[in-house]
């Protein structure tokens, strides 16, 4: 009660609300019961340091307390440090000292981990002498993926705990290890079956009957280095995440904790770190961590999603497939419906085939893959769509064909049915003019291949109701998928302002394929613009461009292309060549071509800076992504960016191209964007006139009425 009125009536003690204290008298001694309390996550904002800082000194003072149990209260350890606080600069006491202080202590301390313990919350549990966890608990040091790395002792102590050679991919990879393989690594002691009171009454016990500390104390001597292999790792990490600075501080600090005394890899540790965190990698990380966050949120939105048991999939094609799959394997019960019976079996033995490959790679279990097959169920009927919560269209992209379709959908599914279309870029108003119900119908627009991209943009008709958009965003969650909400354009926001971007104009300039291709993979690109285009097909637009007989300078090259058959990777020849494995490689044929082609519009081949590449190529889009918020077809511009990333595999280090526009400097972008001949967009104009910068309240609200007009 002492502690209880304390809390209460504030002073220091509030700073303590946001720690939990226990007094647990038992037979065999009292231990001190610390709960990190700060919703959502425990994150280690300045109010869960000073209470920890201040209940650790309050222990080792209290002759009754004989050991301290640590946990986090709502299902969570702790989500790390408060990422929220790296923008406005964080205050003492800091992280690493509150952690070493819980190492010095003389008392054994148990971690008590039930739910996540990851990034700082896991160097938390890795200044505790033990830690025991439940069976739903995960760990892991994700900061990598912030472009930073565990700066509060993580970067030495982990190795010290589990070797140099086990430490590199826990941070490098910076996934989350569920408790199974956590224990299995050395990241858990123990896994301590029933709740969490079981958990915290186990590690009560254990702490009391604990061997002394000293030996379980990680700051101290050196790690492991068997099996290593750091300079094999660095080569490793800079193909998996090329471009990245992070993993490669991540394994200088490694080396450290193998080679030096932990107090001199701690040197190291927050030298690296600090180099990181003042990185324009880290800031563009942090910045896309909270857009993909914020991207599925729809201001003003009241409206509750109706029930979502089950799917109806429109389509066994690629799309269909993948959608079906991606359905099934987040728990929807899936009717797939094609009325071609061929390409119904055939959409299912490709289901079947890539789950097969899933067993063989041990990315699923052969028992997992038979629960979700058995969640799909093909058909060739339209009734069997009767009972489905929403359906998902995904035939050939012909507007009259969708517009028959949905006149099916709209006589068959029940009321309340959301009818959604996976149109690439189709009127999302015309199609549902189709229906006596326009107000469910939306777009659903995945990226293929849908199981494996994580963007999904729903697409609002001026006529889609609030419940509809409320289902098709909770359709997105429950398919963990980056879900954003855009306007009914052409092209919507990711193929709309990435198929702006310059490679037709760079090409036809007198530039080669492969040095605009290496251009956009030096920034990040996983592959550059006509490596993309030989994948997608160049006969997709070729043949329009041919039936419609306008013909643009810019796409002579293209079309050339197209004449001569070149489709890319369908063809085994596009810009490049390919072998059976579709690897590519540079064409003396195609570069004929490209070279008759230049030499008959009297173009000079030439070569161009990378940076002058980058700009010509990305700075449409930017152009065009400010078009987008001036006509009310995103609700901020890091969903552009969110787009981007999750649609187009732009770095995310880069933070998408909204983000680089700012940092690039808008007066600058404004002036290439006019030197280039393209039409500025007003917003741009305005926004380099007002000065705004990225999340200037003004702007903010500028692009918010243009979505609510
Ligand atoms: N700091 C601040 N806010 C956070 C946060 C964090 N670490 N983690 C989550 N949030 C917010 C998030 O923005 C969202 O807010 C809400 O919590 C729910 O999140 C020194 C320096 C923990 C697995 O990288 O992976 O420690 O949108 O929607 O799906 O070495 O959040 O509701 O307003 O994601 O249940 C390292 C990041 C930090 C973990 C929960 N830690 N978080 O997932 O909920 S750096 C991380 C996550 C660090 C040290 C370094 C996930 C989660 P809002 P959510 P979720």
Redesign the pocket.
């Known amino acids: 009660s002492k502690h209880l009125s304390r809390v209460l009536f504030g002073g220091i003690q509030a700073m303590k609300g946001q720690v939990q204290y226990e007094k647990r008298k038992t037979k065999d001694g009292c231990v001190a019961i610390l709960t990190m309390d700060n919703k959502?996550?425990n994150?280690?904002?300045q109010g869960v340091r000073v209470g920890l800082d201040q209940y650790f000194k309050e222990v080792a003072a209290d002759s009754e307390v004989k050991a301290v149990v640590l946990t986090g209260a709502h299902g969570?350890f702790c989500?790390?440090?408060?990422?929220?606080?790296?923008a406005t600069g964080v205050e003492g006491p800091m992280?690493?000292e509150v952690i070493a202080a819980m190492e010095a202590s003389e008392k054994p301390v148990v971690a008590a981990i039930d739910g996540?313990a990851?990034?700082?919350?896991y160097?938390v549990a890795l200044g505790c002498h033990y830690r025991l966890a439940s069976q739903r608990a995960?760990a892991?040091?994700?900061?990598v993926?912030?472009g930073?790395?565990?700066?509060?002792g993580?970067t030495q102590r982990l190795p010290r705990l589990v070797g140099a050679a086990k430490s590199v991919d826990v941070m490098c990879r910076?996934a989350?290890l569920k408790a199974p393989k956590a224990a299995e690594v050395g990241l858990f002691d123990r896994v301590i079956e029933g709740d969490h009171a079981a958990l915290i009454q186990a590690s009560v016990d254990f702490a009391l009957s604990m061997p002394p500390v000293a030996e379980r104390r990680l700051g101290r001597g050196t790690a492991d280095a068997a099996d290593a292999a750091l300079a094999a790792k660095r080569q490793e990490y800079a193909k998996l995440r090329p471009g990245e600075a992070a993993p490669q501080a991540i394994i200088t600090c490694i080396e450290a904790a193998v080679k030096q005394e932990f107090k001199d890899g701690m040197r190291v540790e927050f030298q690296e770190?600090c180099k990181l965190?003042t990185g324009a990698q880290a800031q563009a990380l942090q910045y896309m961590?909270?857009a993909e966050?914020?991207c599925?949120?729809v201001p003003g939105l009241d409206a509750k999603p109706r029930a979502l048991q089950s799917c109806g999939i429109l389509g066994a094609g690629l799309m269909g497939g993948g959608i079906a799959m991606c359905c099934a394997e987040n728990g929807l019960k899936v009717v797939l419906l094609d009325v071609d019976q061929k390409n119904l079996e055939r959409g299912m033995s490709v289901i079947k085939k890539n789950y097969a490959r899933s067993v063989e790679r041990k990315s699923k279990s052969q028992a997992q893959v038979e629960t979700i097959l058995s969640k799909i169920h093909p058909c060739s009927n339209y009734e069997a769509l009767s009972e489905c919560d929403i359906v998902v269209e995904a035939v050939f992209e012909n507007m009259d064909l969708k517009k028959k379709l949905f006149a099916q959908l709209d006589a068959v599914c029940k009321p309340g049915c959301v009818l959604a279309s996976n149109t690439s870029g189709l009127d999302i108003d015309q199609i549902a003019s189709a229906t006596q119900r326009p107000e469910d119908v939306i777009g659903c627009h995945f990226f293929s291949p849908a199981n494996v991209m994580k963007l999904l943009e729903n697409v609002r008709g001026p006529r889609t109701g609030g419940e509809t958009i409320a289902t098709a965003m909770a359709f997105g969650k429950k398919l963990k998928k980056v879900t954003c909400l855009v306007g009914n354009c052409g092209g919507f926001i990711a193929n709309r302002v990435m198929g702006v971007s310059g490679a037709a104009k760079v090409l036809q300039e007198g530039v080669w394929p492969q040095d605009i291709d290496a251009a956009a993979e030096a920034y990040g690109m996983r592959m550059g613009p006509l490596r993309m285009w030989d994948l997608v097909g160049l006969d997709l637009f070729g043949r329009e461009r041919e039936k419609s007989g306008v013909l643009n300078p810019e796409q002579v090259v293209f079309d050339a292309m197209y004449k001569a058959q070149r489709f890319g990777q369908k063809s085994g020849k596009g810009f490049y060549q390919y072998d059976q494995q579709r690897r590519h490689q540079r064409d003396p044929s195609a570069e004929a071509l490209i070279q008759q082609v230049w030499s008959n519009t009297g173009v000079q081949p030439k070569t161009m800076p990378q940076e002058e590449i980058i700009e010509n190529l990305y700075l449409p889009v930017v152009n065009e992504g400010f078009k987008c918020l001036e006509e009310g077809m995103a609700i901020r511009a890091s969903d552009i960016d969110v787009c981007c990333v999750f649609g187009y595999n732009w770095p995310r280090y880069r933070g998408g191209p909204m983000k680089w526009a700012f940092t690039v400097g808008l007066p600058t972008v404004l002036q290439k964007v006019e030197q280039m001949g393209l039409t500025p967009s007003e917003l741009l104009k305005e926004a380099v006139a007002k000065k705004w910068k990225m999340n200037s309240k003004d702007f903010n609200a500028r692009i918010l009425s243009a979505w609510t007009a």
Request: hydrophobic share 40%; proline share 9%; no cysteine.
């Open positions: 959502p996550v994150a280690l904002s969570v989500g790390g440090a408060d990422i929220s606080e790296f992280l690493g996540v990851l990034g700082g919350g160097e995960q892991g040091l994700p900061e993926n912030l930073i790395l565990p700066g509060a993580g910076g989350p770190f965190m961590f909270f966050r914020q599925q949120k």
